[in-house]
């Protein structure tokens, strides 16, 4: 801490205004290009980022079997720190750019500051680098808490896609045959039946328990097969999901982010509404088997008939369908969605699904209560909300959110103090030159009017900068977060996320700040006396 005051001690007096009076010679990370370098490093962070997420999306493997690369953790602060620099370099220019723009028509109040901004010889810079620094990776931080919460959440809604999804447990005439051969024989000691067994067939639940639930709104019928078979011209395409659907209802519950699709979800629901023999299928599937819109093509499963329909659009992405699923591209599950009418007319009967809507007001609580009241046995049930209640008390994600929140206060604070840290000591080290001023008859006001400029040049420029860059940020780097998950895990897409209300934090913080900026200014400048800031002495 003393190494400073050593080589300063050496100096006197005269051989320090000396140094002062000469032309300051450039900073060192101006010579050895800093600036640049850093900008040359967030650059191909982003591009070993783009290129890892290539190889995951190509293989299918998961993203701890792929080594990261250290300086990729790295990148957003070298943006930040880079482009603050950059700014810096071109700073002085923009403000000789603005004097001489005006220089015909500036009053003193403007003239005296852009005078002092343009000659302070880089005193201000140290100012404008923390300040952009601090806002912008404030700003990072809650964007990157934003986009990490509402990112979970989506994907929790898009795996499930209703407020409710459950299957009840549907009996079967295979399991009553087999219990009654085996008592048979065992009456008459002899060996089973072994007769060939009857087809399979499924015993449909009472679906108006359902129906009327108590806390329901919409209730409908989705059947999902995973074993699927699709016939075409060209062959035959395996690992087919079949969802069988009824549009008007499932546009009604379904959850379903807006920007996943070219065009919203209820015109491929239209759609299917106006043909009932209408075939959604994946895009996966066109691209890898040539696939058209108008293609006739024919599904089937298990030891069910074909159901003959006609492509009407393709889809990248429906409600619970992962398209990332498979281990390899080949391997991709791909999706024909149908009309649940159809293929009930179509083929024989199959265990559906139960996707269930909300009333305002209801809770999963009473709903569940309505089920046991009912005695309805199920084979599985899921509710959204508790699966966001589980994921929002996540030890890990808490733990990190906490610390993206602190950071995001820690630097707000941080701009604070420092920005009145510099002005005081700033109006502190001009004294005389507010005496001079005073005595030379300008006014208090315009005293204050000058240092409003100044601020403005100085703090503004960096508070504006702070936040473009704080969101450019954002925009740039929050993605890298996708790298600790694989392909599979990143449906739906990742999507940055930025509430207005984080900006609304910034701005009032930058009020604040700005206000006691002024009022301490104010006070300072006020008791300034003119005899004693005009008296003789080393300045």
């Known amino acids: 801490m003393l190494a400073p005051v050593v080589s300063v001690s050496r100096k006197t007096i005269v051989s320090h205004k000396q140094e002062r009076a000469r032309a300051k010679k450039a900073a060192l990370w101006k010579k050895l290009c800093i600036d640049i370098v850093l900008l040359a490093v967030a650059g191909y962070g982003i591009y070993r980022f783009r290129q890892q997420q290539k190889?995951?999306?190509?293989?299918?493997?998961?993203?701890?079997?792929?080594?990261?690369?250290?300086?990729?953790?790295?990148?957003?602060?070298?943006?930040?720190?880079?482009?603050?620099?950059?700014?810096?370099?071109?700073?002085?220019?923009?403000?000789?750019?603005?004097?001489?723009?005006?220089?015909?028509v500036w009053t003193p109040v403007p003239y005296i500051s852009l005078i002092q901004v343009g000659r302070?010889?880089?005193?201000?810079?140290?100012?404008?680098?923390?300040?952009?620094?601090?806002?912008?990776?404030?700003?990072?931080?809650?964007?990157?808490?934003?986009?990490?919460?509402?990112?979970?959440?989506?994907?929790?809604?898009?795996?499930?896609?209703?407020?409710?999804?459950?299957?009840?447990?549907?009996?079967?005439?295979?399991?009553?045959?087999?219990?009654?051969?085996?008592?048979?024989?065992?009456?008459m000691g002899g060996s089973t039946d072994t007769r060939p067994q009857e087809p399979l067939r499924y015993f449909e639940p009472n679906f108006n328990d359902y129906l009327t639930l108590s806390g329901a709104e919409t209730v409908t019928k989705v059947l999902n097969v995973d074993d699927?078979?699709?016939?075409?011209?060209?062959?035959?395409?395996?690992?087919?999901r079949v969802m069988g659907i009824t549009p008007h209802e499932f546009a009604k519950i379904a959850w379903f982010r807006p920007d996943l699709l070219p065009y919203h979800l209820h015109e491929y629901l239209n759609l299917m509404s106006e043909a009932p023999t209408a075939f959604l299928v994946s895009s996966n599937l066109k691209d890898r088997y040539k696939l058209e819109v108008g293609d006739t093509i024919y599904v089937t499963w298990g030891n069910q008939s074909y159901l003959e329909g006609t492509i009407y659009a393709f889809v990248d992405y429906w409600p619970t369908f992962n398209p990332k699923e498979g281990k390899v591209l080949k391997d991709e599950p791909g999706l024909v969605v149908a009309n649940f009418s159809y293929i009930q007319n179509k083929m024989a009967l199959q265990p559906y699904?139960?996707?269930?809507?909300?009333?305002?007001?209801?809770?999963?609580?009473?709903?569940?209560?309505?089920?046991?009241?009912?005695?309805?046995?199920?084979?599985y049930i899921y509710y959204t909300d508790q699966e966001l209640v589980k994921m929002k008390n996540d030890a890990l994600l808490q733990g990190m959110n906490g610390m993206l929140t602190l950071g995001f206060i820690a630097s707000m604070l941080i701009s604070l103090l420092g920005f009145l840290i510099y002005w005081?000591?700033?109006?502190?080290?001009?004294?005389?030159?507010?005496?001079?001023?005073?005595?030379?008859?300008?006014?208090?006001?315009?005293?204050?009017?000058?240092?409003?400029?100044?601020?403005?040049?100085?703090?503004?420029?960096?508070?504006?900068?702070?936040?473009?860059?704080?969101?450019?940020?954002?925009?740039?780097?929050?993605?890298?977060?996708?790298?600790?998950?694989?392909?599979?895990?990143?449906?739906?897409?990742?999507?940055?996320?930025?509430?207005?209300?984080?900006?609304?934090?910034?701005?009032?913080?930058?009020?604040i700040m700005i206000t006691m900026g002024f009022m301490t200014l104010w006070r300072i400048i006020s008791k300034i006396k003119i005899d004693q800031a005009l008296k003789l002495g080393e300045d």
């Open 55 to 104: 190889i995951l999306a190509e293989t299918g493997i998961s993203a701890n079997e792929l080594q990261i690369d250290p300086l990729l953790f790295l990148t957003s602060t070298a943006f930040v720190l880079g482009a603050g620099l950059f700014f810096i370099r071109l700073y002085p220019y923009l403000v000789r750019m603005i004097y001489w723009l005006g220089r015909k």
């Open 120 to 187: 302070s010889r880089g005193q201000e810079q140290f100012l404008m680098l923390f300040m952009i620094l601090a806002i912008s990776i404030g700003l990072f931080n809650a964007n990157t808490a934003r986009t990490i919460n509402k990112n979970m959440e989506d994907r929790i809604r898009y795996s499930i896609g209703a407020d409710i999804r459950l299957q009840a447990s549907w009996k079967t005439n295979q399991v009553a045959t087999q219990a009654q051969g085996q008592q048979a024989a065992a009456m």
């Open 424 to 511: 005081i000591i700033s109006i502190q080290n001009r004294t005389l030159m507010f005496g001079i001023l005073r005595a030379m008859g300008m006014s208090l006001a315009k005293v204050i009017g000058m240092l409003a400029c100044e601020q403005v040049l100085v703090s503004g420029a960096a508070i504006i900068l702070g936040i473009i860059v704080g969101g450019i940020t954002g925009d740039f780097f929050i993605p890298l977060l996708q790298i600790v998950y694989s392909a599979a895990d990143q449906v739906p897409p990742f999507r940055i996320t930025a509430y207005g209300e984080d900006y609304i934090k910034i701005y009032a913080v930058i009020g």
């Open 353 to 379: 699904e139960v996707w269930v809507k909300k009333a305002d007001g209801a809770t999963d609580k009473q709903i569940n209560d309505d089920i046991i009241k009912k005695d309805l046995d199920l084979r």
């Open 228 to 240: 699927g078979t699709i016939q075409t011209t060209r062959g035959w395409i395996n690992n087919i």
